[in-house]
């Protein structure tokens, strides 16, 4: 079932064109990774697919339903962000931060259940952090703060969840527990990260999109991810590795 399509997309950074004349759905059970060079837009259209910025040309819909005439709270079901950085204005411990999560679904007076508090503490496990729970979150590591930052996605349990450079911060064996969680999460719900690491997408994801300076290339990681499509979109030369049953490609 397609939950998210965008047709025609254009975006632009001031008089730049970043993307133009995107027609891409995303289903569930789908896992995409965006590979492309550092500012060629994948945060802009990550933000872009959140509703959180004005694309420049086209539509994008959920459900078939144009994002602008979704209401925010109907919204927030729908699709999560999980931002590249997060910054806290103050002291608030990390079971609370991931609590805000939970926000789109508060009825009455608007207190946290019995069920939102574990459903939180439950996230914080599934990243790694349930010991840190009452920690503050100005005190955490950058790493930890990005788990944090999947864990609140993960109680707002939106259908769509968007992942800008989820493991940027990750540390080897953290990245492959985020990416194994991310691809859990994938069998039912539709999942857009964008990401630096090739290996992690030729691994993890189900499809690519690989965003060049002028088009775009998107499918299956099997017939998208190649030597060609990789050398085309980042300007150097790629070989294959095929090693304990995975393929790895190696920048020359
Ligand atoms: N608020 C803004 N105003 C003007 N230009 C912007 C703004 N935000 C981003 N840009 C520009 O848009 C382009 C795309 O930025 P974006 O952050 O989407 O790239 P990216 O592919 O995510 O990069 P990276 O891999 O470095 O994270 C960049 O050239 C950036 O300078």
């Given at each position: ?68 005439r979704i209401a925010a709270s109907a919204l927030a ?72 930052a999947l864990a609140t996605l993960l109680v707002q ?8 450079e989820p493991t940027a911060h990750q540390d080897v ?80």
């Amino acid at each position: 079932m397609i939950r998210l399509n965008t047709s025609d997309l254009g975006i632009t950074a001031g008089r730049r064109a970043l993307i133009s004349h995107l027609d891409w759905q995303i289903a569930a059970g789908e896992f995409w990774c965006v590979l492309g060079r550092n500012g060629v837009g994948k945060t802009s259209l990550m933000q872009t697919l959140a509703g959180l910025l004005k694309p420049a040309s086209g539509a994008i819909a959920i459900d078939g339903v144009g994002l602008t005439r979704i209401a925010a709270s109907a919204l927030a079901q729908l699709r999560g962000l999980m931002p590249q950085q997060v910054v806290d204005a103050f002291s608030v411990s990390v079971l609370e931060t991931v609590l805000i999560g939970r926000t789109p679904y508060r009825t009455g007076r608007g207190w946290d259940t019995d069920a939102d508090i574990a459903a939180a503490r439950n996230a914080l496990d599934s990243v790694d952090l349930s010991s840190r729970a009452d920690s503050d979150i100005l005190q955490l590591s950058g790493g930890e703060r990005q788990r944090v930052a999947l864990a609140t996605l993960l109680v707002q349990a939106p259908a769509i969840m968007l992942l800008d450079e989820p493991t940027a911060h990750q540390d080897v064996a953290h990245q492959l527990a985020m990416l194994r969680l991310v691809r859990q999460l994938s069998a039912d719900h539709a999942v857009v990260m964008n990401c630096h690491d090739i290996n992690l997408a030729a691994r993890f994801a189900t499809h690519v999109l690989v965003l060049g300076a002028d088009r775009h290339w998107s499918g299956p990681v099997a017939t998208v991810l190649t030597p060609d499509v990789l050398e085309s979109a980042f300007g150097c030369q790629f070989s294959v590795l095929e090693a304990d049953g995975l393929r790895s490609f190696v920048a020359q």
